[in-house]
């Protein structure tokens, strides 16, 4: 690809000029030292009242259109910070960036432009595999979610995208008419579409933005990898906390019910009897989730079974010995309990189908009308049996 | 996808062959390579690896593939069941 090495000698800017913002601060700088050491440096003179100058920006393309921010293409502590947050599901519906063009590098009027949605986590990926390059970043509002979800709901689209262009006066700052799309956006954007709408051609790059230094160097042709969607033990990995912590904060009242309800004896209400009941009942509620929610994805190719409430139902079924011999109950309890936590691991598995990349809508709710009878009858039947088994003694 | 395949026989992918001018977007498009080119002509060579995400369909100029486009979400299935039909297809994680 011609013009996708980084240089400024190279650069080909139509007008105006950039202000790095690292040269603008050390101007800046106060010399003297005054009364208790060195003051902080001063507000960077770029700075706007009402806008925050975000820690990501390296310099500014400043002409009579809009300024565009060029962005660092290396990830500092606090990229990596809020990552993590956003990982653990904390604060995950607040880690976006605002829409609209930036840059890497020093990209001119021959720069390819790459689409992107403004979730902070996956701009940050993008920008730091364009290292190196002269590229122009589209940033599109996708209510701060990736592409591929924004796709689905239909955020990333082209409506968006053709608002986009035009907004941002693309057209202006290139003199050709494509856009690299990543593919896993096509299913909101109709390539015809938005050439017809705005002129500009849509290219679909790779699946995962890891490939699209590859992909720029090799003339935009993808190889049948980079289109091919995974979903790798990592990549399930990855999706664990979020999927606790946001299942979590909705289910975690059940436990003290679990604990209440443990406590019915023949002697009315029992405390103790609630107490170590109420921790047996909880642990097998608990071993459900940990099974469904952790094991089956990570184990996922290897439980035999397609569909994913047999997956979770055959895992936790297989640890049954394993809990007899630690919990050591009676007959009743026991098969309490394993009805319990067989019933939640295969409703939890089911519904990690929503995390994948290949469940098909139609397999999933004709896996559902079949799973979703038999787990409530398990789970009522374990319950029924759990509040049984202190008045009969089998 | 190696290793990993749904459910068989549920796609609710169609392709009319006839309509199809050949310009493979379709197979450009598809994270599961669903879609070949012989012939000039879009087939489907793996029709169970389809995920109904709908990318094919929406990018053929001609019309061609016909897809109920959805997010396979079980949660997203069940709040539809019980709140209805209405709402949209896709709009879970
Ligand atoms: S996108 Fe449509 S016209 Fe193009 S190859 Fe596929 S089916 Fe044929
Ligand atoms: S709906 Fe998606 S997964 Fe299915 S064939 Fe079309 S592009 Fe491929």
Redesign the pocket.
């Known amino acids: 690809m011609a013009g996708t090495k980084s240089g400024r000698e190279e650069k080909d800017f139509s007008e105006g000029s950039v202000i790095e913002l690292a040269e603008v601060q050390t101007a800046a700088a106060p010399q003297e030292v005054c009364c208790g050491g060195a003051p902080p440096p001063k507000t960077n003179p770029l700075e706007r009242p009402g806008y925050t100058l975000k820690p990501f920006v390296r310099a500014f393309i400043k002409d009579s259109r809009s300024d565009v921010a060029l962005v660092k293409t290396e990830l500092d502590f606090s990229d990596h910070i809020g990552a993590l947050l956003a990982r653990l599901g904390i604060n995950r519906d607040e880690y976006r960036i605002a829409p609209g063009l930036y840059g890497v590098g020093y990209p001119g009027q021959g720069s390819p432009v790459i689409v992107t949605a403004n979730y902070k986590l996956t701009f940050d990926f993008v920008r730091r595999e364009l290292a190196g390059l002269d590229c122009w970043i589209l940033v599109l509002d996708t209510c701060g979610i990736n592409v591929w979800c924004a796709a689905g709901k239909r955020t990333f689209s082209t409506e968006e995208i053709v608002y986009r262009i035009k907004e941002t006066g693309l057209s202006e700052r290139v003199n050709h008419r494509r856009v690299i799309v990543p593919q896993l956006g096509a299913s909101g954007i109709a390539a015809h579409e938005v050439r017809k709408r705005c002129g500009f051609r849509v290219v679909y790059g790779p699946v995962k933005a890891v490939a699209l230094k590859a992909f720029l160097e090799n003339d935009m042709q993808a190889t049948e990898k980079m289109r091919t969607v995974t979903f790798t033990f990592g990549e399930r990995f990855e999706l664990i906390p979020v999927e606790f912590y946001l299942f979590g904060r909705k289910v975690w009242w059940i436990f003290p019910l679990l604990f209440i309800i443990s406590g019915f004896s023949p002697d009315i209400f029992s405390p103790l009897q609630g107490w170590q009941r109420g921790i047996l009942v909880s642990s097998a509620a608990l071993w459900g989730g940990v099974c469904g929610m952790l094991i089956v994805p990570l184990l996922l190719p290897w439980i035999p079974g397609r569909a994913f409430s047999l997956k979770g139902a055959l895992l936790a079924m297989a640890t049954t010995p394993a809990f007899v011999l630690v919990a050591d109950l009676q007959v009743l309890e026991t098969t309490a309990l394993v009805l319990v936590f067989t019933s939640i691991s295969s409703h939890l598995a089911m519904n990690f189908t929503g995390s994948t990349p290949y469940t098909s809508p139609s397999g999933v709710e004709k896996e559902m009308k079949r799973a979703l009878p038999l787990q409530g009858l398990a789970l009522a039947a374990g319950i029924v049996m759990w509040l049984a088994a202190p008045f009969v003694n089998i | 996808m190696k290793g990993l395949r749904y459910i068989e026989n549920v796609a609710s992918l169609t392709?009319d062959k006839d309509?199809?001018?050949?310009?493979?977007?379709?197979?450009t498009v598809c994270p599961h390579r669903v879609?070949q080119?012989q012939e000039s002509?879009?087939v489907m060579v793996d029709k169970n690896g389809c995920m109904e995400c709908g990318a094919?369909a929406v990018?053929?100029?001609?019309d061609?593939?016909r897809v109920d486009p959805g997010v396979g979400c079980a949660s997203l299935i069940i709040n539809r069941w019980l709140k209805g039909k209405n709402l949209p297809s896709g709009s879970c994680c």
């Open positions: 392709l309509r199809c001018v050949g310009c493979s977007t379709c197979v879609f080119l002509k879009a094919c990018n053929c100029p001609v061609a593939i």
